[in-house]
């Protein structure tokens, strides 16, 4: 299908591979940087990873300036507040986000603050508000899930209205993003598998929901195909390096695609789910992902179809329909495969939600922008019959 | 006939000063759409229950604008009590903006040939504020435009066009009734 009218943009350099996070400091001088604030986690710290980056930096002439590793679960206002005023006490010249996407988000909510000579980033949430072009910016994941590292979205939990802000805009895209196999040795499976599952959404809406482009079901198909023969390696054996680079790539790949083509409403529920009952985001992805595609089916099944193909379908392609139902059957069984590996929850029962907490849920879901991009509505009647499914 | 057309369209294009002339049309016509949309705002607030209940929970006082870059035409109105107020032309400290990036994507959302989410799909509009906010004016900005809009237009720029029962589309039909004087007091 040919869109009436789409835009692609990606303007990140990707270094992926062995080695990969010792060419930093030299990208860092292409950029013109000599000194770098570190943002990462306690649990990125904990397991050795930072170390992993310093020693690239200890023949350098350029430096770390400062490691800020206070970056919890869900990036919130007041910490990326805190970062931006750091970054301008310790004289950093640009950004260097080490972790899962709470660390990159972070960075890049930071990055608004400085650049905009702002001291609060409520103020510039939407679309395309950010005018100022930001500090260099350098993206290290350390899951494979994400895909902020080549995305122009940032989400910020709003601690004052308990919600997740969004932020779009094109100066949101980091300048590189490096893919080192050694960063996500050491996930555990379980995370291995809710950030596998949160790629996976990122493909799928990209895919099937309303800004897609032919540019991006590329990126979206290829996205699939790896998470196919990698996600489960991985998450059984974390130590499989092959699996490793895979995923991260798929991860990536992911991210390119709903960067220009956005998501719909899984991420909505998902985002909802993180608001009212803090469930990890690609937990909250992998539970909702099969429902949603059942109720997209009837508007979108040459869609939902067509990636079962990616997804391992071995099925002579059946009507689109019929085709879309293997797709989510075969979704649904890489989750029982994933929640066998690894304990990733199937049910939001499983994941900390109550059946009281759904109707807030719900709530917050319609108030999510999300879903603005998924082919069907998401009414309040909608989202809480399908958390109820989930649940 | 084609052939036709297009040396029409060809020499209408080759009227003196065409370009401003086709821009000034095009801003007049979402001027006065713009307008119509800010009435009816007003007059479906004053007799649908179901805005009444969607803008029930926005704190009062809270302003949105609807427009277009880079020069307007823009409205603002304000919540207050259970009503909106039309506030006037031009972008008045709103909370919450809907902006089209230029005047060929407002026209083709205002003369019904696109949906408002599809234009978004399209990257041909843009929100500035609370995408919170945004969500729940795209909510009420439906619902003023099941009331504005005949069917064929709600099946065109709806996911799943509403259907009205007889009360409602009694109700539509004062919501019509009331916008040609509502814009004469706008002029006023």
Wanted: one cysteine or more.
């Amino acid at each position: 299908m040919i869109p009436n009218y789409y835009q692609f943009y990606c303007p990140v350099k990707i270094l992926s591979g062995h080695q990969a996070v010792s060419n930093i400091p030299f990208e860092m001088e292409l950029l013109g940087c000599k000194k770098a604030m570190l943002v990462t986690d306690k649990g990125v710290v904990d397991a050795g990873l930072i170390d992993i980056v310093k020693t690239a930096f200890a023949d350098s002439d350029r430096e770390i300036g400062y490691i800020f590793d206070e970056v919890p679960q869900d990036s919130s206002n007041r910490i990326v507040n805190k970062l931006a005023k750091l970054f301008v006490k310790e004289k950093c010249d640009c950004f260097l986000a080490v972790g899962g996407g709470s660390s990159m988000d972070t960075a890049k909510g930071a990055n608004v603050v400085v650049s905009e000579g702002s001291d609060d980033l409520l103020k510039l949430q939407g679309v395309e508000n950010i005018t100022k072009d930001l500090k260099p910016m350098i993206a290290i994941p350390t899951t494979a899930g994400t895909g902020s590292e080549v995305t122009k979205a940032a989400v910020v939990y709003n601690e004052e209205e308990n919600v997740k802000m969004a932020f779009l805009s094109d100066k949101l895209y980091p300048d590189v993003a490096v893919i080192d196999p050694r960063m996500t040795l050491s996930l555990p499976p379980k995370m291995t598998a809710a950030t596998g599952m949160d790629a996976l959404t990122h493909a799928i809406e990209a895919y099937t929901c309303l800004q897609k482009n032919p540019i991006d079901d590329v990126f979206a198909k290829v996205a699939i195909d790896l998470i196919r023969r990698y996600l489960v390696r991985a998450t059984e054996d974390g130590k499989d390096k092959e699996a490793r680079i895979g995923m991260a790539n798929a991860a990536l790949l992911a991210g390119i695609a709903f960067s220009n083509s956005n998501v719909g409403m899984v991420h909505s529920l998902a985002h909802a789910s993180g608001s009212v009952c803090h469930v990890p985001h690609g937990v909250a992805n992998a539970i909702l992902l099969p429902w949603v595609l059942e109720y997209n089916l009837d508007e979108v099944p040459e869609y939902i179809a067509e990636i079962s193909g990616a997804l391992g379908s071995s099925v002579e392609y059946l009507e689109p329909r019929d085709q879309g139902q293997v797709t989510i059957s075969l979704v649904r069984n890489l989750l029982t495969r994933l929640n066998q590996v690894s304990g990733l929850p199937t049910r939001l029962s499983d994941a900390g939600v109550t059946e009281d907490d759904l109707p807030a849920i719900a709530q917050a879901a319609i108030n999510d922008g999300a879903h603005t991009y998924n082919p069907r509505d998401l009414t309040y009647d909608v989202a809480l019959e399908t958390l109820k499914k989930a649940f | 006939m084609d052939i036709d057309i297009q040396k029409g369209m060809a020499r209408i294009r080759g009227i003196p000063n065409y370009p401003v002339i086709q821009s000034k049309a095009k801003y007049a016509l979402l001027d006065i759409s713009l307008s119509t949309l800010a009435a009816a705002f007003e007059e479906v607030a004053k007799r649908v229950p179901e805005f009444k209940a969607e803008i029930a929970g926005w704190n009062d006082g809270r302003r949105f604008a609807v427009g277009v870059l880079p020069k307007g035409p823009y409205i603002t109105l304000e919540k207050r009590g259970d009503m909106t107020h039309y506030l006037g032309k031009g972008l008045l400290s709103p909370d919450v903006t809907f902006l089209f990036k230029n005047l060929d994507s407002g026209v083709l959302v205002f003369t019904g040939l696109m949906s408002s989410h599809q234009a978004v799909a399209e990257c041909r509009a843009l929100v500035k504020g609370n995408i919170g906010y945004a969500m729940e004016l795209n909510r009420a900005l439906a619902i003023v435009e099941t009331y504005l809009f005949p069917g064929i237009i709600l099946k065109r720029i709806f996911k799943e066009p509403p259907k009205l029962s007889s009360a409602q589309l009694i109700t539509k039909g004062k919501v019509y009734g009331a916008l040609l004087p509502a814009l004469i007091r706008q002029m006023v």
